[in-house]
């Protein structure tokens, strides 16, 4: 007599929830001022002098209120990246992007965090390197809406060679 | 601390990509139960019941309330822990902070993660802030691989150590009965598999398992009167990271980042000059093999910048000087809420020589156990043989 495989049940289900997400004060001058005028603004602590983007009302570090703003270059170096193959959903609108692509964290000049966005290069690892000088290409701005993706991605500036690793 | 505190009993389930056969609370009763025989416990003699567990992996909110029954924790003291990759270090450490305090003598921490049910990448992207970088969230995946970019580029690593790792974790795996990931491959097969993310492939990653892991945390007097081989927890350190700096994406930073300062401060707390020396083992939370060799530099194990060498000289293999790992490791099962409990119980385990065969070949007096998670946290737990090592 064949046996009967044993039967598990386990029923799928999907959980969509909206959400609105206040930027709050801080944020929102930095998304205002990307939005509108194309620039980028980073927030200084008083005390380590940190100059921090996302912009943060209080420094982690010192525990002490960020007052000073600071507009950032939008020329930067890249700090570390990857070259992406899977097909990863953005969580913000549902769609994949379409990979490979490349993308990574870029330190813009005068800020001391690094930012992650795209980086408009062939997915080649001769053409995006440790340190490869970037920057950052905006919408035009009756397309902007005031957040991240505002920025379309970072480009490499012309001119450059990825350095050949030294022989010793 | 206050009190001294021990692990007095633990079990874990065995680990797999597929647990349709049980629910939630029929999965964490596995390793309640083991926990409780390892002890030669009844639940009765439970005063208190934490449960580390990820907030919505699974598709449930309150997962202490639900599962009360698998846990034992009905009509008893406990709450629940969520914290990320760290969450199952972080419930030992708050049971053993519990114990040391004088209010209770018998806790009973466990850990779980069932990934099947739900998606885990989803639902990590909400760890990424939702205006600022969520749209790029590239899952755990994109983080280590640009950390793995930046520690290529500083200290001239190749794709080739990162397969090391990934052979020692795997073989390992092989010797520990309850791993996930049990392969028998090679260096060739870590290179050969799957690009995810340039240049971490398939075989770089931990998989999604599914498990639990308990353990029963007991005061001196308990301990001494219950337990054959209590294993003494030392010291704990946890430290933050904070988001948007640097960490392990740039490898040369200068910034007091959380796994040193945390190695640094427990240290400090035992009187620790060479890590090398003080400790006999080391289980680390590893869930990319990039994540192991900083480990091995922030903890101190060789100087910066020499982590890839560690691998490369096979120090860290089971039989070598330094173990790391040798369950196998995060690399090999990752059931989160469980993985950094599994840290704990394994170095636990290689103490009371009860590994079996993944007990390091040289005896074991103490242990160094690490918890990771997002967005950069630590959780280090020192386990020792006796009170006076």
Same mark, same amino acid.
């Given at each position: ?78 700090? #570390? ?22 993308? #990574?964290?870029?330190?813009?000049? #005068? ?19 440790? #340190? ?37 | ?79 629940? &822990? ?40 989803? !639902? ?9 970088? /969520? ?51 090679? !260096? ?95 289980? !680390? ?32 293999? &089971? ?16 059931? !989160? ?27 074991? /007096? /103490? ?23």
């Amino acid at each position: 007599m064949a046996t009967k495989e044993k039967e598990w049940i386990s029923i799928p289900m999907t959980v969509d929830v909206p959400y609105r997400f206040a930027a709050g004060e801080y944020l929102t001058k930095t998304l205002t001022e990307l939005r509108d005028n194309g620039r980028i603004y980073a927030v200084e602590c008083p005390k380590c002098k940190r100059v921090q983007l996302p912009p943060r009302i209080v420094c982690a570090e010192c525990h002490v209120k960020n007052e000073r703003w600071v507009e950032l270059a939008l020329e930067g170096t890249l700090a #570390g990246f990857t070259i992406m193959y899977l097909p990863l959903t953005d969580p913000t609108t549902g769609k994949p992007h379409e990979p490979p692509f490349v993308y #990574g964290s870029v330190r813009l000049d #005068g800020a001391t965090s690094v930012m992650d966005h795209f980086v408009d290069v062939e997915p080649d690892r001769e053409k995006v390197w440790v #340190g490869m000088r970037c920057r950052v290409v905006l919408r035009p701005r009756e397309e902007r809406i005031g957040d991240l993706s505002d920025i379309r991605f970072f480009e490499p500036l012309p001119g450059q060679k990825k350095p050949q690793p030294s022989t010793h | 601390m206050k009190r001294n505190v021990a692990i007095i009993g633990g079990g874990q389930t065995y680990h797999a990509a597929r647990r349709h056969d049980v629910d939630q609370a029929e999965m964490v009763n596995e390793a309640v139960r083991k926990a409780l025989l390892d002890a030669q416990m009844t639940m009765d003699e439970i005063d208190l019941v934490l449960l580390g567990n990820m907030e919505f992996f699974e598709g449930v909110h309150m997962s202490d309330c639900w599962l009360v029954h698998g846990t034992g924790a009905y009509g008893k003291e406990g709450l629940k &822990i969520t914290t990320g990759g760290t969450v199952g270090a972080t419930t030992v450490c708050a049971g053993a902070h519990h114990v040391a305090s004088g209010l209770f003598d018998r806790v009973l921490c466990i850990g779980f993660e069932k990934q099947e049910e739900g998606d885990t990448g989803a !639902i990590l992207s909400g760890v990424a802030h939702p205006l600022w970088g /969520r749209s790029l969230a590239g899952a755990a995946v994109g983080y280590f691989a640009m950390m793995a970019s930046s520690y290529m580029a500083a200290w001239g690593a190749t794709e080739e150590h990162s397969a090391m790792v990934a052979v020692k974790a795997r073989q390992n795996a092989r010797k520990n009965p309850y791993a996930h990931l049990k392969l028998d491959i090679t !260096i060739q097969d870590a290179l050969n598999s799957r690009m995810l993310a340039w240049p971490i492939r398939m075989l770089d990653m931990c998989p999604a398992s599914n498990g639990a892991c308990a353990m029963i945390l007991a005061d001196e007097k308990t301990a001494k009167s219950r337990c054959r081989k209590p294993v003494w927890i030392r010291a704990m350190e946890t430290a933050h990271n904070e988001q948007f700096e640097l960490d392990w994406r740039d490898v040369k930073t200068k910034r007091p980042i959380f796994s040193k300062v945390c190695a640094e401060r427990l240290y400090r707390k035992l009187g620790v000059v060479n890590p090398v020396d003080y400790f006999d083992v080391f289980e !680390i939370y590893e869930p990319a093999t990039w994540a192991e060799l900083i480990w091995y530099e922030n903890l101190g194990l060789c100087a910066p910048g020499e982590g890839f060498r560690l691998i490369e000289q096979g120090k860290t293999e &089971i039989g070598g000087p330094i173990p790391v790992n040798p369950s196998g490791g995060v690399l090999s099962t990752n059931c !989160i809420g469980a993985s950094a409990m599994l840290r704990v119980w394994e170095a636990a385990l290689q103490i009371r020589e009860e590994a079996g065969e993944h007990q390091v070949s040289k005896p074991v /007096r /103490r242990a160094l156990t690490t918890g990771y998670g997002g967005t950069n946290w630590t959780v280090m737990t020192a386990l020792s043989r006796t009170l006076d090592d």
